[in-house]
Nanobody
Framework: QVQLAESGGGLVQAGGSLRLSCAAS????????MGWYRQAPGKQRELVAT???????NYADFVKGRFTISRDNAKNTVYLQMNSLKPEDTAVYYC??????????????WGQGTQVTVSS
């Protein structure tokens, strides 16, 4: 099994920066892609950024040019560098991992979430 643990959230003013970290443990050799999602109160969870084991990245339009996702496979850790934060970025941010199990069946694993609050 794979477990994910996020850290790095907090309270910042608009225009500030935060770096989120997600450390994976367990059967980390089964992890393929990893990513970050966020969910604000009363809204659906939405994709922020993803990264494959080879380093290919994908970003939501609303964070392009501001956020950067990176991955350290040796440490089994994915990061999200968030710059130029806006109040609308306020949400709980969740780490995600796509895990390949027996017979090449894929499953999603989620961290517990970390709160990011951006004040105006």
């Amino acid at each position: 099994q794979v477990q994910l643990a996020e850290s790095g959230g907090g309270l910042v003013q608009a225009g500030g920066s935060l770096r989120l970290s997600c450390a994976a443990s367990g059967r980390t050799g089964s992890i393929n892609a990893m990513g970050w999602y966020r969910q604000a109160p009363g809204k659906q969870r939405e994709l922020v950024a993803t990264i494959t084991s080879e380093g290919t990245t994908n970003y939501a339009d609303f964070v392009k040019g501001r956020f950067t996702i990176s991955r350290d496979n040796a440490k089994n850790t994915v990061y999200l560098q968030m710059n130029s934060l806006k109040p609308e970025d306020t949400a709980v941010y969740y780490c995600n991992a796509v895990v390949t199990a027996i017979l090449s069946i894929k499953y999603d694993r989620w961290g517990q979430g970390t709160q990011v609050t951006v004040s105006s």
